[in-house]
């Protein structure tokens, strides 16, 4: 009874046994190289898989997914002779698991020797700094070169990247300093493009302030030339009209006077007394030293009242006055042209700024004292409080003749 137990346990691990040899299973991603007493059968596919115990085994199991695999730094040497520490990381995938085992004993150790050899290869044809701005490059190269060496491996290279690129320390403080010279070149550069710009645009303000400063100046100018000009010709003209209008009295004076003289009927006394007065205005002159009355004076008045005079009924020559002759045109009278002297019409922008200096002494002086006597300041500057004084002799001055006396 017990020998049966034994062999029926014996049979039964047995049969487990083969069942367990015979059935494979592969995970998802991976595969499976199986051999038949040592040599090659087939690559097991994810899933169920069906062995022959003891005559098939698994030689290896492959991952199928891309792999990263990070290897250390390397010490390349540049073409400038500078010893500089690369990190490279390589993205790859297994296609192909036989030759993956068979072509290759360690995929993974080959590849990095492949990446390093190669990386030598290509940064040793390049200076410090090619290096360093040249990782696309590089990369592509060594992408290219370890795809094309690692395809009869099974392998495909996805990806070669270089982490990091690490120069000797001192060429590392000489870049620095480079790149400070080159930070502080361009911030000189940037100062003295300011510096260059403001100075321009101050010199461009300054000009157009010089121009501005120029014109006001040429304008002020013209302006006070005109001003002066206008001065003096109204300064011209008010003297011309005062210079007229004095003439023009004094020969009213003088007619005035000889007419009184010739209705008077003067006597040779009269005369005297008149020359006796003008005497001490004759020697009012500063130069006049000595003053002499003349001894035939006497003689001199009776020759010139008999000259003039005839004798009356009492003996006394007295002045006899002409035969009226035909009175003649007086020359103020013929003067022609001459209104324009006595226009008291204010020039319109001379009327404005008088306007203006009036409001300002309006807004100054409080009271009636704004308004001038006779009319309004508005009038007066427009020259209607004060009408023009028409010229002596013109038609708006009647004569002696019209108004209805006589003069002589």
């Avoid at 540049?78 to 995938?93: A, E």
């Avoid at 309006?362 to 004292?369: A, C, I, S, T």
Wanted: without cysteine.
């Amino acid at each position: 009874m017990t020998t049966t137990i034994i062999v029926v346990v014996v049979v039964a691990l047995l049969v487990i046994t083969i069942v367990v040899k015979s059935v494979l299973v592969v995970p998802q991603a991976q595969s499976a190289v199986i051999e038949r007493l040592g040599r090659f059968r087939k690559v097991g596919q994810p899933g169920l898989n069906f062995l022959v115990p003891f005559f098939d085994r698994v030689r290896a199991r492959i991952d199928l997914r891309e792999q990263v695999v990070s290897f250390p730094p390397q010490p390349v040497i540049t073409q400038d002779n500078l010893t500089v520490s690369i990190d490279t990381v390589v993205y790859f995938q297994v296609t192909d698991s036989r030759s993956a085992v068979y072509e290759i004993s360690n995929y993974i150790a080959a590849v990095e020797q492949l990446t390093t050899t190669t990386l030598r290869n290509v940064v040793g044809g390049m200076s410090l700094e090619e290096t360093l701005t040249s990782r696309d490059s590089i990369n592509s190269q060594l992408r290219g070169t370890l795809d094309e060496e690692t395809g009869r491996w099974g392998i495909r290279v996805a990806r070669v990247e270089l982490k990091a690129i690490d120069p000797p320390p001192s060429i590392q403080d000489s870049m620095e300093k480079q790149m400070r010279a080159d930070r502080e070149k361009r911030a000189m550069i940037l100062t003295a493009e300011g510096q260059r710009e403001s100075a321009i645009k101050t010199a461009e303000g300054q000009k157009q302030s010089q121009i501005l400063s120029a014109e006001g100046s040429k304008q002020a100018a013209i302006l006070n030339a005109e001003a002066e000009r206008q001065s003096r010709i109204l300064t011209a003209q008010g003297e011309r009209a005062a210079r007229y209008l004095q003439a023009q009295g004094q020969a009213k004076a003088i007619q005035k006077v000889f007419a009184a003289i010739k209705q008077g009927r003067p006597t040779p006394e009269v005369l005297a007394y008149q020359y006796l007065q003008t005497l001490p205005q004759m020697a009012q002159g500063d130069a006049n030293k000595v003053w002499m009355v003349p001894t035939d004076y006497g003689k001199a008045l009776e020759g010139f009242a008999k000259m003039l005079g005839a004798p009356g009924e009492d003996g006394v020559f007295r002045y006899e006055p002409p035969e009226p002759e035909e009175e003649l045109e007086r020359p103020q009278d013929q003067d022609e042209g001459i209104d324009d002297w006595f226009d008291m019409t204010t020039d319109p922008k001379v009327a404005e700024a008088v306007r203006a200096a009036e409001a300002v002494a309006r807004q100054e002086v409080p009271g009636p004292l704004n308004t001038p006597r006779g009319g309004s300041a508005a009038a007066l500057t427009a020259g209607e409080g004060t009408p023009p004084i028409p010229p002596i002799g013109g038609p708006a001055a009647p004569s002696t003749e019209e108004s209805g006396g006589t003069e002589k």
